[in-house]
């Protein structure tokens, strides 16, 4: 497969990403929205990894991959606290948190 096919899929998928952080409400579905932007840069290097013959590529994606399971486990742990005090996920409902 050419490597534009891939960086045609990773930007496909991370505008969907950002479709679901900025149309979506429910926090649990923009915490996998961005998940699904760190998937899409980390196709992105490992494509260009690929066609470069580099593997320095492949070392910087498990390093997203780090990054987007401590994302993942701090980010639900948050919502799931919030969640107890006020028995919602609306991202309306928690800006009404502030002060």
């Known amino acids: 497969m050419p490597t534009y096919a891939y960086i045609l ?3 496909a ?4 990403g950002t479709a679901g952080v900025f149309l979506r409400r429910n926090v649990l579905i ?6 699904l ?3 899409a840069g980390t ?5 260009f990894s690929r066609a470069l013959g580099d593997q320095r590529g492949h070392v910087f994606a498990f390093f ?14 948050i919502v799931v606290s ?3 005090t006020r028995r919602t996920v609306s991202l309306d ?7």
């Not at 998928?13 to 969907?16: D, Q, T």
């Not at 923009?30 to 998940?35: C, Q």
């Not at 409902?93 to 002060?99: C, E, I």
Request: glycine fraction near 4%.
């Open 9 to 11: 899929l990773s930007l």
């Open 13 to 16: 998928l991370f505008f969907v």
């Open 30 to 35: 923009v915490l996998m929205s961005v998940e």
């Open 37 to 39: 932007q760190l998937a």
């Open 43 to 47: 196709l992105a290097l490992l494509a």
């Open 64 to 77: 997203v991959i780090a990054v987007a399971a401590a994302e993942a486990a701090v980010g639900l742990a």
């Open 82 to 84: 919030v969640f107890r």
């Open 93 to 99: 409902d928690v800006n009404a948190l502030k002060g």
